[in-house]
């Protein structure tokens, strides 16, 4: 029996890099997607390093002419794709008020119209086949509206929605949709994700509690092999779930959001002392963001 045909978008650093050396450790065949293959030369080494190999796509999700040419390149080399990793994303911080429209575009067509691009490229020959997993990576704050940060906030809870739509609508046709919600994961996103526009000044606030949990999570930031490793058992398993929350603080925070009344979140909210805010944010969600 062949090995599986495994795409991972964003190969090229973090979770997607982890994941697309473990599943190809795990004998999957995997294309992992970059936006510039000179550019993958820590990707190149890790995987000589653990003895597998990833084949290298060129592929922007954010481009239609690069995701129809990128895949063509996928199909002409394997025939056939048996699982999707949809993992390329940005950040965005911004609060609502000072939010450009403009950076709500460019987020929600990396963090959404991405993986929507990727996805009408495989279904039509997983139907056909009738049989195939899509693995949509979205974030703890898909279920939790963090702080400052309203573009990714939107584009992952978009990404959540679409991704629950999906996996009803694919299942008649015997095709897997699982939704991997990492909470804080050792990724260069954190590192190139800092900006605080607070162009207005009134909200510092919120900007700083925003990097107090990322500082937290940092100091404490998941190896994003653990992440691989769930998305192979999404994958595989037999017993599969749509949801699998992962990493620093996932499981714990959207456990907790869960539980926690809308009227306590907007209550959190108003608090205006910052120990205060972090005492509410650890009872409700378990997680100490102080630093």
């Keep these: 029996m062949s090995a599986p045909v495994t795409v991972v978008t964003g190969a090229n650093s973090g979770i997607g890099r982890a994941t697309a050396i473990h599943l190809a450790a795990a004998g999957h065949r995997v294309l992992g997607t970059v936006r510039s293959t000179a550019k993958a030369e820590k990707l190149r080494v890790m995987s000589a390093e653990a003895g597998v190999e990833v084949e290298l796509v060129e592929l922007d999700v954010a481009d239609d002419d690069s995701v129809r040419d990128g895949f063509a390149d996928i199909f002409e080399r394997a025939g056939r794709v048996d699982h999707l990793v949809n993992n390329a994303g940005v950040g965005g911080n911004a609060t609502v008020e000072e939010c450009p429209v403009s ?19 495989v279904l039509p020959q997983m139907r056909e086949r009738g049989s195939g997993s899509i693995v ?24 959540e929605g679409l991704s629950e739509e999906l996996a009803q609508e694919v299942a008649p046709f015997g095709i897997r949709v699982a939704i991997v919600q990492p909470g804080i994961t050792k990724s260069a996103i954190f590192a190139k994700n800092i900006d605080a526009p607070n162009s207005t000044g009134a909200y510092d606030m919120h900007y700083r509690r925003m990097f107090q949990m990322y500082a937290a999570g940092m100091a404490n930031a998941t190896d994003p092999f653990e992440v691989g490793k769930v998305i192979l058992h999404a994958i595989t398993t037999d017993e599969p779930r749509l949801r699998y929350p992962v990493s620093w603080g996932g499981p714990e925070i959207i456990g907790g959001r869960a539980r926690l009344s809308d009227e306590d979140w907007v209550a959190m909210g108003a608090t205006t002392d910052d120990a205060e805010y972090i005492a509410r944010f650890r009872d409700a969600f378990g997680v100490d963001i102080s630093t």
């Design 103 to 121: 950076l709500y575009e460019e987020v929600m067509n990396v963090n959404l119209l991405g993986p929507v691009r990727c996805i009408q490229a």
């Design 136 to 159: 949509n990576v979205t974030s703890v704050v898909g279920r939790l509206a963090a702080l400052a940060q309203s573009p990714y906030v939107a584009s992952k809870w978009a990404f």
